[in-house]
């Protein structure tokens, strides 16, 4: 694969040719010089990586949207080259900001990179996290989710007996931190096939078969649920679960699709695989907007894999989730942060702010829940699938789905909303 894509690049770069826009200087400097409007940066359209795990090095070939000037995030990267289809390029540094002047073709980034233990990059343990915006401590790249990207990834120097779980190609739009990969002992068991085709796996790490069998043995069925009831899983016809050594400061599981990762001792969760498998459709699927969105991402999925379990598992396991739902919901608002749907756009960070917690998941799932008490929860999934249609692979944002809801079905959430996704305790 990764023969095939190179090939491809030379190809492309030799018919792109490097002619400069007529009447322009190379370089603008105000852009170096970080003095230029950042928000006329251009989106990154494609990323490809070829990383080197022995060396630490790597290759991004980053494909933009446009021609024009670009700041991309590098802050925990040592850059040694950067070129364009006019050849090396000058470029700065800023604020944990690579900047480059008037691209012409794909920009190739040559970097190192180094593990880092906060949850931050690639970890000790083998695999890398880069949410929410610590992209830039593996590859250059735009952190914020509303400006997706596809993706190509290959890596060498694996270590001897061990095996790199990832994709080697993400063929639609992505939140930047939904790309990863995961280095160990694994070994792959196939778990069946969904209806719609795609094929379900799960990795584990000696000694951990017995726990991935426990936690995915309904996870065809669930997986089969989303895509039946909400619409076409766009990141491939091969996805999984994938275990995980984690440090501190992460629990469960996170939305590395096709491939997502649960740490080990996870695995055998339920509701944990349910979770992380919708994130195929929101978060990952249909792109936050807006970090202050994080609840239409997280509350949505958290509904969804309640539901998807109830289908699939009974009643019994319903009413153990939501019992562990309402407990996990006491426990966050006894904690108190952030609302769980602040307002504004962008201008919470989404850890500092404390948004991250447990409530955007738990008062999102309730939110769910009391608008289904009113409507019907069959009629509910039909509103949700129709707004993953309309939205895949595109951000989108909390009032678009308050709005779908009431245009869908006439009731009007904002009642619920107020008291559960405004309220700050
Ligand atoms: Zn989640």
């Known amino acids: 694969m990764r023969t095939a894509w190179l090939l491809g690049w030379s190809l492309v770069l030799g018919l792109a040719g490097c002619a400069a826009e007529p009447g322009e200087d190379i370089d603008d400097e105000s852009w170096l010089d970080g003095k230029g409007d950042g928000a006329s940066a251009v989106d990154v359209a494609r990323t490809n990586l070829q990383v080197d795990l022995a060396t630490r090095t790597a290759v991004a070939t980053i494909e933009l949207e446009r021609y024009g000037n670009v700041a991309l995030e590098v802050g925990g990267l040592t850059i040694t080259d950067v070129t364009d289809d006019r050849g090396h390029r000058r470029y700065k540094i800023l604020a944990g900001k690579l900047l480059v002047s008037r691209v012409l073709g794909p920009l190739v980034v040559t970097y190192g990179f180094a593990e880092h233990a906060n949850a931050d990059g690639l970890l000790p343990g083998g695999s890398t996290v880069i949410w929410p915006y610590f992209c830039g401590n593996v590859f250059p790249c735009h952190s914020q989710p509303a400006d997706g990207t596809t993706f190509t990834l290959a890596l060498d120097g694996i270590p001897a007996g061990k095996t790199a779980v990832y994709p080697e190609a993400i063929d639609a739009d992505a939140p930047p931190y939904m790309l990863a990969w995961a280095v160990g002992a694994y070994t792959r068991a196939t778990l069946g096939t969904t209806a719609a085709g795609t094929k379900l796996t799960v990795d584990w790490l000696?000694?951990?078969?017995?726990?991935?069998?426990?936690?995915?043995?309904?996870?065809?069925?669930?997986?089969?649920?989303?895509?039946?009831?909400?619409?076409?899983?766009s990141f491939g016809s091969h996805a999984g679960a994938v275990s995980v050594v984690w440090g501190e400061g992460l629990y469960g599981g996170m939305e590395h699709h096709p491939l997502w990762h649960v740490a080990k001792d996870a695995m055998a969760d339920e509701v944990t695989q349910a979770h992380e498998a919708a994130h195929g459709w929101f978060g990952d699927g249909v792109r936050l907007r807006c970090w202050e969105d994080f609840v239409l991402s997280e509350g949505t999925v958290s509904y969804l894999s309640a539901r998807a379990l109830a289908k699939v598992a009974g009643p019994t396991m319903e009413a153990k989730i939501w019992a562990d739902y309402q407990r996990d919901l006491d426990d966050a608002i006894a904690t108190g942060g952030a609302p769980a749907w602040p307002k504004g756009c962008n201008q919470i960070d989404i850890i500092?702010?404390?948004?991250?917690?447990?409530?955007?998941?738990?008062q999102g799932a309730f939110f769910y829940k009391d608008v289904a008490a009113q409507v019907g929860a069959d009629v509910l999934d039909g509103v949700i699938g129709r707004f993953y249609r309309a939205h895949a692979n595109k951000a989108a944002s909390m009032q678009d789905m308050v709005d779908a809801i009431k245009a869908d079905t006439g009731f009007d959430p904002t009642p619920i909303v107020e008291a559960r996704l405004r309220k700050q305790f």
Do not use: I
């Open 352 to 362: 500092r702010d404390k948004l991250f917690t447990n409530l955007p998941y738990m």
């Open 206 to 233: 000696p000694g951990g078969e017995t726990a991935a069998r426990a936690g995915t043995k309904n996870l065809v069925k669930v997986f089969d649920w989303f895509e039946k009831t909400l619409g076409p899983y």
